[in-house]
């Protein structure tokens, strides 16, 4: 259907439409598109995908019981998860510009931070279970 000044949505974007199966294609496209940029372009995140590949496994050694294990696991997830969003906000700072500016500083310095606290909920869930 063409749009027209009467139907025509001006807060969807123009390459949103596809529903359905197509959609859920489509965004697992691009979730992997994302895993590989972050772990070709992003030393941290690579680090710490290599951290999961150890602390995961070893959840499962470690962990007394089911909800120690997945409470170890989802800390570790978290980091990823939290890399990953730290790394997309410098990518669009950078990508609005490459020269000093306050806050594009605050932001990637805010992301920094949050990484920090994912990895200290790390050192405090790991920590609890195996000393506590």
Request: zero cysteines.
């Amino acid at each position: 259907m063409m749009q027209t000044p009467e139907n025509k949505k001006t807060d969807v974007s123009p390459f949103k439409g596809k529903t359905g199966l197509r959609r859920l294609i489509n965004a697992f496209g691009y979730s992997l598109d994302g895993f590989k940029a972050a772990f070709e372009h992003e030393d941290a995140f690579r680090q710490e995908v290599f951290l999961a590949l150890v602390l995961i496994p070893l959840a499962f050694y470690l962990g007394k019981n089911p909800i120690e294990q997945a409470l170890m696991i989802a800390s570790v997830l978290l980091v990823l998860i939290v890399e990953l969003l730290n790394s997309a906000i410098e990518a669009a700072v950078d990508h609005t510009s490459t020269e000093r500016n306050a806050l594009a500083k605050r932001a990637k310095d805010i992301g920094s931070a949050a990484v920090f606290l994912a990895l200290m909920i790390v050192v405090v869930v790991w920590g609890l279970m195996l000393l506590g």
